[in-house]
């Protein structure tokens, strides 16, 4: 496979997005897999099977009122805290992923139309902030809610979790295709030279 530049007029070198991946790696084992108070595992020392919102596919509107009953004042704080974790989260998500498109991106020489994949990881990135604020607003607010609130909480969540897979299938398909189309062309490169 061909070398990128080391360098190139955007600023971004290989190393730069191996250090955002290491950094995106350590704030994903903190945030999904450590016992501190911002992880999603804090919510299930205090409600015992408690499962927040954001990280449910789908779950019926009602199910926002249900489950800030069942935490009570303690979960609903817990909950509070992971928020602000998971507001640093999607953003490092986000930055690896529009980070590993625009290598991929630079590397098949791709402009135009094309190069504006890129972006697409930013979609499930808004939709995670605007669940983030509507699940504030939710906290903030309990026990008033509107139904039409935990309606659109709801929709937004099922949203980010579909154009998130779509954002890391366009990941894995422009990867793979730079892999393939790498070796390729250094194959050609190599038989040319000979």
Same mark, same amino acid.
């Given at each position: 496979?061909? #070398?990128?530049?080391a360098r190139?007029d955007?600023?971004?070198?290989? &190393?730069?997005f #191996?250090l955002?991946?290491v950094?995106?790696?350590?704030?994903y084992?903190?945030?999904?897999h450590?016992?501190?108070?911002?992880s999603?595992?804090a919510?299930?020392?205090?409600?015992p099977g408690?499962?927040?919102?954001?990280?449910?596919?789908?779950y019926?509107p009602?199910e926002v009122?249900t489950?800030?009953?069942?935490?009570?004042?303690?979960?609903?704080r817990a909950?509070e805290r992971i928020l602000?974790?998971?507001t640093l989260?999607?953003v490092?998500?986000?930055?690896v992923?529009?980070?590993?498109? &625009?290598l991929?991106?630079r590397? $098949?020489r791709?402009?135009?139309?094309?190069?504006?994949l890129?972006?697409v990881p930013?979609?499930?990135l808004? $939709?995670?902030l605007l669940?983030n604020t509507?699940?504030?607003?939710?906290?903030l607010?309990?026990?008033t809610r509107?139904?039409?609130g935990s309606?659109l909480?709801?929709?937004v969540t099922?949203a980010?979790?579909?154009?998130?897979l779509?954002?890391l299938?366009?990941?894995?398909?422009?990867?793979?295709?730079?892999?393939?189309?790498?070796? &390729?062309?250094?194959?050609?490169?190599s038989?040319?030279e000979?």
């Amino acid at each position: 496979m061909p #070398a990128l530049p080391a360098r190139s007029d955007d600023g971004l070198t290989p &190393r730069l997005f #191996a250090l955002v991946l290491v950094v995106y790696l350590v704030g994903y084992g903190l945030f999904f897999h450590a016992k501190l108070p911002f992880s999603l595992s804090a919510l299930g020392k205090v409600v015992p099977g408690a499962v927040p919102l954001d990280v449910r596919f789908h779950y019926p509107p009602a199910e926002v009122d249900t489950l800030l009953t069942t935490l009570g004042v303690e979960g609903r704080r817990a909950y509070e805290r992971i928020l602000v974790a998971d507001t640093l989260y999607p953003v490092l998500f986000a930055l690896v992923q529009v980070l590993a498109l &625009r290598l991929s991106a630079r590397a $098949l020489r791709w402009s135009g139309v094309w190069r504006a994949l890129v972006w697409v990881p930013v979609v499930p990135l808004l $939709l995670d902030l605007l669940e983030n604020t509507l699940l504030w607003q939710a906290l903030l607010s309990f026990p008033t809610r509107t139904s039409g609130g935990s309606v659109l909480l709801s929709g937004v969540t099922t949203a980010k979790h579909v154009t998130s897979l779509l954002a890391l299938m366009t990941c894995g398909v422009v990867a793979a295709v730079a892999v393939v189309w790498g070796s &390729r062309s250094a194959r050609l490169s190599s038989t040319l030279e000979s």
